[in-house]
């Protein structure tokens, strides 16, 4: 019987930690751009006004510009409000998902997710030149520290694809 325990507390273990997995996102990024734009000519961007259907709290769009900053600096991209080569306009997108991953006794089944997309624009045009976008899981009782973590690795990856490795 001793080793009838053991087998059985073994199977229990990996059922209950198999249960307490916590909600993954993929990490994929989707992304697209425009084949006639030579965009090694792309030195300086701006950003668009937020539209006010975009619902982007103001500390989370903080998050997010100056990770677009941070990644577009190492990138050689500047700044620049004086005729920009592009423009980066910033969409944020919520829904509430459910999910099958026990997260303990206090948790719901519901998690919000979010999804980041950045468009780059041509400034003269008005037409997008190259798009990308990102998941990630919303954590309401996350500390700004990890936020802020968790807004630059989205970012990051979404700006890996930029610029496209033909142009």
């Given at each position: ?66 990770a ?76 700004p ?11 990051h ?11």
């Amino acid at each position: 019987m001793n080793g009838y325990h053991k087998f059985l507390v073994l199977v229990l273990v990996a059922l209950f930690s198999g249960c307490a997995a916590t909600v993954e996102i993929p990490k994929t990024v989707n992304w697209d751009y425009n084949v006639n734009v030579n965009f090694s000519n792309l030195r300086t961007y701006d950003l668009r006004p937020i539209p006010t259907t975009v619902r982007i709290e103001d500390l989370m769009l903080e998050r997010i510009q100056t990770a677009i900053h941070t990644v577009l600096q190492a990138k050689n991209v500047r700044r620049s409000t004086q005729n920009p080569d592009f423009l980066v306009h910033i969409y944020g997108v919520r829904s509430r998902i459910f999910t099958t991953a026990w997260r303990g006794f206090d948790s719901d089944l519901i998690v919000e997710k979010g999804k980041l997309i950045l468009h780059f624009v041509d400034p003269d045009t008005n037409r997008v030149i190259w798009w990308g976008e990102a998941r990630a899981i919303l954590d309401p009782d996350r500390n700004p520290a990890v936020e802020n973590q968790m807004v630059n690795d989205v970012v990051h990856r979404i700006l890996t694809q930029f610029p496209p490795v033909s142009s």
